[in-house]
């Protein structure tokens, strides 16, 4: 049963520490989104990529967070430092972008990330 | 601007009651739309989508939804609310042949016994 793999689940951290998450999308997807989940905001579109090449990451403060796929099982998202007002649910989601009909993100199960 | 808007962040129905939560998007070429449903603590997991195929879309759990490109909607309903159909709704779209999947500010789905 194919699905995007997120780490950690629950991550708590101080402020002014980095932050990596780490998504495996599902094999063959050749697209990947990070999104950002809070009660204020609702789900915030951070950065996507396709092949492995970074297409949009204008919803993502550039200061402190970068996001890469090293490889195409392998996308990261980092935050340094982090901060109390980075607390959320990531996600990461991938898809088969190509065919519109065909099209559709799958979701993994997301970080909760806690800054103190 | 292209956008999708889900009105009512919050709708409470009586178990056994039809379900009717709205989506209306914004698009100045025909959409692909999505709905997706998320259950406390999990992520998204898609109940249907359209893709210009039949306008009535049937999904998983009962669900369905109509594309009406004269109201530019594409509301979710299911006849009868069960318990278990408590959870965040979000509509989502592929917007002028775009690339991102552009999400509406969710509907959170209260069933009462």
């Known amino acids: 049963d194919a699905r995007v793999t997120q780490t950690p689940r629950h991550k708590v951290t101080e402020m002014g520490q980095e932050v990596t998450m780490r998504c495996q999308p599902i094999?063959?997807?050749?697209?990947v989104f990070w999104y950002r989940q809070t009660m204020m905001q609702g789900l915030e579109l951070l950065a996507y990529?396709?092949?492995?090449?970074?297409?949009?990451d204008s919803g993502m403060p550039k200061d402190r967070f970068s996001a890469e796929m090293p490889d195409a099982t392998l996308a990261t998202l980092k935050i340094q430092p982090s901060e109390p007002r980075d607390s959320a649910v990531y996600f990461c989601?991938?898809?088969?972008?190509?065919?519109?009909?065909?099209?559709?993100?799958?979701f993994g199960q997301g970080t909760r990330l806690t800054v103190v | 601007a292209q956008s999708v808007t889900q009105l009512g962040s919050h709708v409470s129905v009586s178990e056994g009651a039809l379900v009717l939560l709205r989506c209306n998007y914004s698009?100045?070429?025909?959409?692909?739309l999505f709905w997706y449903v998320q259950y406390p603590n999990q992520g998204l997991q898609l109940l249907l989508k359209?893709?210009?195929?039949?306008?009535l879309v049937k999904g998983i759990n009962g669900f369905e939804a109509e594309f009406k490109k004269s109201e530019t909607s594409f509301h979710l309903t299911k006849p009868s609310a069960h318990m278990s159909d408590a959870a965040e709704y979000f509509c989502?779209?592929?917007?002028?042949?775009?690339?991102?999947?552009?999400f509406g500010g969710g509907t959170r789905l209260m069933v009462k016994p």
């Open positions: 989601a991938s898809g088969l972008w190509g065919d519109r009909r065909n099209t559709e993100a799958f």
């Open positions: 359209y893709t210009s195929a039949a306008t």
């Open positions: 990529f396709r092949n492995r090449a970074p297409l949009d």
């Open positions: 094999l063959g997807h050749n697209t």
């Open positions: 698009s100045s070429v025909p959409p692909y």
């Open positions: 989502a779209g592929l917007l002028n042949a775009g690339n991102m999947l552009t």
